[in-house]
């Protein structure tokens, strides 16, 4: 069965500074991965995936996220963190064996401290 | 363009009544339909799917069930709400097997 974890529960970090949001996963064949933004009492909004090609997948509001085969990882970052990046951050996993499927982690709520 | 909409936005309903959420999405034909529900606790369950009119696959048999009368119309329902339905329910497209798109969310609270 595919699963995802994320393995911090928060993470602060200082505003300009970089961030990392950590996702492993796991899968029975190649993975389609998907990092997913929540603020407040709203929809999830898509941010990037990843289904094959280069490792590292830009998405949208300056985020990226490097796929690592060997490590079974997706994590997301950002070069430099705004105070309005503050939100939960879902990743999640599709095994293209169950193409309408997605399994999230259960998310990592991101403070960025003024 | 495709927007999605779900309503009511809050919902706050006794123990034993009924209940009905809709979904409704615009600007694209025969889309994959989804429903899932997030706890407090953050996790998304997904309750639902569905490739087609009348096609629905339910993923964790409950309280709840889904109906899709329209191409672009997805409900949930159910005949008598527990305490443990409440929740932030979502509803989600996808055209084929592709990105999920989330419509903004239906907070239902049973008392």
């Known amino acids: 069965a595919q699963s995802v974890a994320q393995p911090e529960d928060q993470v602060n970090v200082a505003e300009g500074n970089p961030l990392t949001v950590k996702c492993t996963y796991s899968v029975s064949g190649n993975p389609y991965l998907f990092w997913y933004v929540q603020y407040p009492n709203r929809g999830l909004q898509f941010l990037l995936k990843y289904i094959t090609g280069d490792n590292l997948v830009k998405g949208s509001y300056g985020f990226e996220a490097e796929f690592n085969k060997s490590q079974t990882s997706f994590h997301l970052k950002k070069p430099s963190a705004l105070v309005s990046d503050s939100a939960l951050y879902f990743c999640?996993?599709?095994?293209?064996?169950?193409?309408?499927?997605?399994?999230f982690g259960k998310g990592t709520k991101l403070s960025v401290i003024p | 363009s495709q927007t999605i909409h779900q309503w009511p936005a809050t919902l706050v309903q006794p123990v034993g009544s009924p209940l009905s959420l809709e979904c409704t999405v615009e600007g694209t034909s025969n889309p994959n339909l989804y429903w899932y529900r997030q706890a407090a606790g953050r996790g998304l369950q997904l309750l639902f799917y569905?490739?087609?009119?009348?096609?629905i696959s339910s993923e964790v048999p409950q309280n709840l069930s889904a109906s899709r009368p329209q191409d672009r119309q997805f409900i949930l329902s159910s005949k008598k709400l527990l305490l443990s339905d409440s929740g932030f329910y979502l509803c989600a497209w996808a055209v084929s097997t592709d990105t999920q798109y989330f419509g903004p969310g239906t907070r239902l609270t049973v008392l």
């Open positions: 999640a996993v599709r095994d293209p064996s169950r193409s309408y499927q997605l399994t």
């Open positions: 569905s490739v087609g009119i009348g096609q």
